[in-house]
Every structure is written in C-alpha cells, then in structure tokens.
C-alpha cells in the first residue's frame, strides 16, 4: 500500500517529537496513510536518502544534534537530488525566512503557531500527490486502507453511516460522507440520486432512469437530478 512519506529533521527532542504528533493527529483527522521519519541530525537525513525518497521534507533551521549542517543547508542537498518535492521549514524565529527562497521552500513557519498552517499545506501537498500517484488512498469501515484508480470507481453510494465503493470488479465500504468525497473525486463523478455519485466515465449505457454501469450494475436516477445528466 503506497503512503505519503514525510521527513522531520529538528536537533531539539522536544520539537521534533511535537512536530511527529501534529503530523499524527492530522493524518488521523484527514485519513491519510502516512509515514513519518524522524531525525535529529541532517546526515543522518542524507544517508537516509541515498535509498529512499520523502514525498515532503519539514525542517528546522538550526544545525543538527551533533553540529555539522543546519536545515538550510540540508534543503540544500535535498535539492540536489529533487527539484521540485515540497520543503517546509520550522523555526522559532523569521530571521532566517529570506533564506528558503534560495532553496525554492514552500513556506516557512513560526513553531509558536504552526498547528492550522501546516494542516493546511498538508492536505493541500496531499492532494496533489494522490493526483500525481493517479490513485486515491481510502480508509475502509473496518479500518484498513483500499488504494484505487479513480478510473476503476464505477459508483459510490452512501448507506447509513457508511459509503459503498464500487469498482470493475469488486465492492468495499469507507467511513466517509459522499460530500468531502466528491471533492476528492474530481470532475468525472456526478450525482444521480442524493446518495450516489457515478463517474462518468464508466457508464454503459442507459434506458429511461436508469444507467447501466461497467461493472454490470444498474443505477436508478432520480428525477431532481436528470437535468445534470449533460453527458448522456
């Protein structure tokens, strides 16, 4: 199952081990499947790079544990390697805020007030991550994770508290509302009745109110939503 990995580099304890339970609370807030690494020294960082690579880095500004490079100067290696993965850096003071510019960072934030901002940019880089991974990281009813093409959703159909995803070839339920799912779906996914959206994309055909799905299935529409029917 594919995650959205972080890298948190900060030489004081106490910061770095606030900043991994901020991002805990809000990939539990926003369900996404994340896995952070944490260090306290930038060449600890570095090593780690030479196998694996980070979907978003957040870094202090002060030198490592040990001395030896500070976090601008890890942006700095970190860009040698990715020109375009996003760089966010903490810090207790502006002073430094003109120098993230150098290393094209994505913000630079104060640790007295972060907790919003940086939910904030997180949902927003985990967004464009899901887009460019061209699939979406669900977390089902039972509390599993289900990692689906957006193309292989057929339809989705809110029953009781829960949501029924159904593909191609197989169905799953997600404790999610069809509200802040649709937005997550794009474009290609309508509503055909209060309770379902259908991607477009994946519809057969059609006989009077009813729409005749890939994976088989019929689809009933209801009548205050026909006029949004544009692609039929």
Request: proline content about 1%; charged content about 35%.
């Amino acid at each position: 199952m594919k995650e959205f990995r972080v890298a948190v580099l900060d030489s004081r304890k106490e910061d770095l081990e606030n900043t991994c339970a901020v991002l805990e609370e809000i990939a539990k807030g926003q369900e996404i499947r994340m896995k952070v690494f944490k260090t306290r020294d930038a060449e600890d960082l570095l090593y780690e790079l030479e196998e694996k690579r980070y979907d978003f880095y957040i870094l202090d500004i002060g030198p490592g544990e040990r001395g030896g490079m500070d976090g601008f100067a890890a942006a700095e290696e970190i860009r040698k390697r990715d020109r375009q993965v996003p760089i966010v850096f903490l810090a207790h003071s502006a002073k430094g805020a003109i120098r993230g510019y150098d290393v094209d960072a994505h913000h630079y934030l104060l640790k007295s007030d972060y907790r919003e901002k940086l939910a904030k940019i997180v949902r927003k880089l985990y967004g464009r991550w899901k887009e460019a991974s061209g699939r979406m990281v669900l977390k089902t009813f039972r509390g599993g994770w289900e990692a689906v093409m957006r193309e292989e959703i057929c339809y989705v159909q809110a029953e009781g508290r829960q949501c029924r995803v159904c593909l191609k070839e197989r169905d799953f339920y997600i404790g999610r509302n069809l509200r802040s799912l649709k937005e997550e779906l794009g474009e290609d996914f309508c509503y055909v009745r209060k309770n379902c959206l259908i991607n477009v994309r994946n519809v057969k055909g059609r006989q009077g109110d009813v729409l005749l799905m890939e994976n088989g299935d019929m689809v009933a529409v209801s009548r205050n939503y026909k006029k949004d029917l544009h692609f039929m």
